[in-house]
């Protein structure tokens, strides 16, 4: 596996995967816990070149995703490899909290690990493979570990101020996103309004927000997908709402180019209601 650039990879990666989790009992309705099972087609010109499976259990006053993507093939020379993810934290006034977050990068050359434990959005603990020293990486400071949220609970959108149905309001969002290694704001706008059909599962409205990428520290500028998501680029992101929730998911994401595009997009998205404890979140490369 190249990591062609290990900050980008984890955005196209994690953002996958997210978009597979984010679901069940959260908000002002959460009731039972809720469990995801959910697989992602990742294609460059509407050819395949990776997939996310995931699973997700949340639950009234807690939540743990899990997730496992890969993406290579003609897309290489922006990222190649394979990867797992997983988050687990609290809910707190209807809002996700994370308490830890951990990576996993590998390849036959090459490994990237993350062990991240967060208190209220800054991080306490940090165990993680230091990065190649380069004379144009931005260095991580220590403001630049505060007030930030991981990359998979950064994808769970809460509609608790929206009122009922869809609200452009929760594109109203940037979301400052730490990932163990590097620093970037997704900053999002809405979009306008359309509608979605997975092969299995949700079909019906989704609210679209443009999305801008930002890095800020961890990253080496000169890297081709840094370039490629950075240089004003067009993306978008497809929020879904969730039955029964004030919560809103990602269906799909879309970054936009002269040449091609790159389109992560749900072709299973199933929610069964299921009570059990919300830590006990299955390996979807095991089911």
């Not at 490994?111 to 260095?139: I, Q, Y």
């Not at 080496?220 to 067009?234: A, D, H, M, N, V």
């Not at 978008?236 to 936009?256: D, N, Q, W, Y």
Request: glycine share 8%.
């Amino acid at each position: 596996m190249i990591f062609h650039s290990r900050v980008a990879q984890t955005t196209i990666l994690t953002t996958g995967s997210a978009l597979a989790l984010m679901t069940a009992a959260l908000g002002d309705h959460a009731q039972a816990e809720g469990k995801l099972d959910a697989s992602y087609t990742i294609s460059f010109a509407r050819i395949r070149v990776g997939d996310i499976a995931a699973t997700g259990v949340f639950g009234e006053s807690e939540y743990s995703i899990s997730a496992r993507g890969r993406a290579g093939g003609i897309i290489k020379v922006l990222v190649d490899g394979e990867a797992s993810f997983s988050t687990h934290g609290t809910i707190k006034d209807g809002y996700p909290v994370p308490t830890t977050f951990t990576s996993k990068m590998v390849s036959g050359a090459e490994t990237s690990d993350v062990t991240m434990v967060l208190d209220e959005g800054k991080v306490k603990e940090l165990a993680a493979t230091v990065p190649p020293p380069k004379s144009d990486r931005v260095p991580v400071t220590q403001s630049n570990r505060q007030g930030i949220v991981d990359p998979l609970t950064a994808m769970l959108f809460s509609a608790a101020a929206a009122g009922e149905g869809l609200a452009r309001d929760v594109c109203r969002h940037t979301l400052p996103i730490f990932d163990g290694q590097r620093r970037y704001d997704l900053k999002l706008a809405f979009k306008r309004m359309d509608k979605v059909t997975a092969e299995k599962g949700y079909a019906g409205p989704v609210v679209v927000c443009s999305v801008s990428y930002e890095p800020i520290a961890g990253h080496r500028p000169s890297t081709p997908l840094i370039k490629y998501l950075s240089e004003g680029r067009e993306m978008e992101m497809a929020l879904a709402p969730v039955a029964g929730t004030r919560l809103l998911t990602p269906f799909r994401m879309l970054v936009e180019s002269a040449l091609a595009n790159l389109v992560i997009e749900a072709n299973q998205f199933e929610v069964t209601a299921q009570p059990q404890d919300a830590s006990k979140v299955a390996d979807p490369k095991a089911q």
